[in-house]
């Protein structure tokens, strides 16, 4: 029988966990990951459920569960699923893992696009890099928001394989709470 309050309850427990590794701080490293070779996802079940939840996690990573999301409709009406894997980084920050399947290697590109396109220009540095491994081209984004008083950058990583998107987004303020995760996942 279908309980209302435990739903809510549930939900609100899930976000608790998600959240609550949002708050800590750490100093800013920029990683040089030369290695590139990573199979992280289970090639045998080639599902989102699958690929969300990577195999060869980096030193530190604890993977802590997978949602189906809506939140990138506004970028593309081509998407045919969604999936969030929810990671914790070897500081306690939660890093997501979000795969958006399109229904054509071009509507991936053009939701790429429309993604990028929300975002302004920094007044100073470059808020995209381009950024190689697994033997593709991804985006590198950075944003900045305030802890404790002090404005730090956050990152981002985007890119496609075929018509699937990846997103891998840290709470962090180190470039490799993200980058290892994406390197992780073999795509």
């Not at 802890?147 to 018509?163: E, F, H």
Request: aromatic share 12%; with cysteine; glycine share 6%.
């Amino acid at each position: 029988m279908y309980n209302p309050k435990k739903t809510v309850a549930s939900i609100l427990l899930i976000s608790i966990i998600l959240l609550s590794g949002c708050i800590e701080d750490t100093d800013t490293e920029i990683i040089n990951n030369s290695d590139n070779t990573s199979s992280g996802i289970d090639q045998d079940n080639f599902t989102l459920d699958s690929m969300v939840k990577v195999e060869n996690l980096p030193s530190g990573y604890e993977y802590l569960g997978s949602l189906p999301i809506t939140d990138y409709n506004e970028f593309s009406e081509k998407i045919i699923e969604s999936k969030e894997g929810a990671y914790r980084d070897e500081d306690n920050f939660d890093v997501f893992l979000d795969i958006i399947e399109l229904d054509s290697e071009s509507a991936a590109t053009e939701f790429i696009f429309n993604y990028k396109s929300q975002y302004e220009q920094l007044s100073m540095g470059d808020r995209f890099t381009n950024v190689n491994f697994n033997g593709h081209t991804g985006t590198r984004i950075k944003t900045y928001s305030y802890r404790a008083g002090n404005q730090l950058p956050k990152y981002q990583i985007i890119w496609n394989n075929d018509n699937t998107v990846f997103i891998v987004r840290s709470n962090s303020n180190l470039e490799s709470s993200a980058m290892n995760l994406a390197i992780a996942t073999g795509y």
